[in-house]
T-cell receptor, first 115, second 112 residues
Framework: GAVVSQHPSRVICKSGTSVKIECRSL??????MFWYRQFPKKSLMLMAT?????????EQGVEKDKFLINHASLTLSTLTVTSAHPEDSSFYIC???????????FGPGTRLTVL | SQQGEEDPQALSIQEGENATMNCSYK?????LQWYRQNSGRGLVHLIL?????REKHSGRLRVTLDTSKKSSSLLITASRAADTASYFC????????????FGSGTRLQVQP
C-alpha cells in the first residue's frame, strides 16, 4: 500500500512555542490530506481537511489561527500548532488520499507534549 | 459528534478464540472501513466494505454490513496475541471531501 510519513514522531516543547508537524506521501500524489487528533484511549477526531493549493477546511471547534495547515505540494502538508499550551498535548495523525481514491493512508502519528 | 459507536469498548479473550466487534453509525454511508491501531502507533487499514456489500472476507477477518440497521461487525477468527490492538470502524461522512469519522473503538486484548 501507499506510504505516508510524519515528522517528527515525537516532540516535547515549552508552553508558548510553536511546533510544526510534517506529513508526506512518499509514493503517490496526495490531492487531499486530513489531520486528526487523538487523546489517550480515545478515537480520532477530524481537525481539518486540506487540498493542495487551497485553504484548509476546519471542523467546528478547531481554531484555524491556532492550528495552521499548509498543503503546498502534492506530497506535503504541514500542521503548525501555534503558541502551544499543555492542553494541546495529544497524538496528531495525518492521512492522505490520492486523486479519485477512496482509501486514506495514514501516517504513523506525532506525539506532542507541551510542558 | 462521533458518527460511530462501537461495542464492546474493551474485549479480552484467549488465543485461539474468535473476537467480534460491532459498530453502529447514524447517517448514510458510501463505505465503511475498519482500522487497527497498536498502542501509540498509526492506523493500519484492514478492510473496506461498500454500502452495496453485505459481507467481506480477508484472511482471518470477516466484516458484515447491515445498512438497514446502520451497523457493521468485525470478526477475527482464531485470534493471536499479536492481534492485541484497538480496532476502529470509520465511515465517510460525505462524498465530496471523503473525510472519515471514526467510531469510539474497541480495545482488544488477546491473552497468550
Amino acid at each position: 500500500g501507499a506510504v505516508v510519513s510524519q515528522h517528527p514522531s515525537r516532540v516535547i516543547c515549552k508552553s508558548g512555542t510553536s511546533v510544526k508537524i510534517e506529513c508526506r506521501s512518499l509514493d503517490f500524489q496526495a490531492t487531499t490530506m486530513f489531520w486528526y487528533r487523538q487523546f489517550p484511549k480515545k478515537s480520532l477526531m477530524l481537525m481539518a481537511t486540506s487540498n493542495e493549493g487551497s485553504k484548509a477546511t476546519y471542523e467546528q471547534g478547531v481554531e484555524k489561527d491556532k492550528f495552521l495547515i499548509n498543503h503546498a505540494s502534492l506530497t506535503l502538508s504541514t500542521l503548525t500548532v501555534t503558541s502551544a499550551h499543555p492542553e494541546d498535548s495529544s497524538f496528531y495523525i495525518c492521512s492522505a488520499r490520492g486523486e479519485g481514491g477512496s482509501e486514506q493512508f495514514f501516517g504513523p502519528g506525532t506525539r506532542l507534549t507541551v510542558l | 459528534s462521533q458518527q460511530g459507536e462501537e461495542d464492546p469498548q474493551a474485549l479480552s479473550i484467549q488465543e485461539g478464540e474468535n473476537a467480534t466487534m460491532n459498530c453502529s453509525y447514524k447517517t448514510s454511508i458510501n463505505n465503511l472501513q475498519w482500522y487497527r491501531q497498536n498502542s501509540g502507533r498509526g492506523l493500519v487499514h484492514l478492510i473496506l466494505i461498500r454500502s452495496n456489500e453485505r459481507e467481506k472476507h480477508s484472511g482471518r477477518l470477516r466484516v458484515t454490513l447491515d445498512t438497514s440497521k446502520k451497523s457493521s461487525s468485525l470478526l477475527i477468527t482464531a485470534s493471536r496475541a499479536a492481534d492485541t490492538a484497538s480496532y476502529f470502524c470509520a465511515t465517510a461522512i460525505d462524498t465530496g471531501r471523503r473525510a472519515l469519522t471514526f467510531g469510539s473503538g474497541t480495545r482488544l486484548q488477546v491473552q497468550p
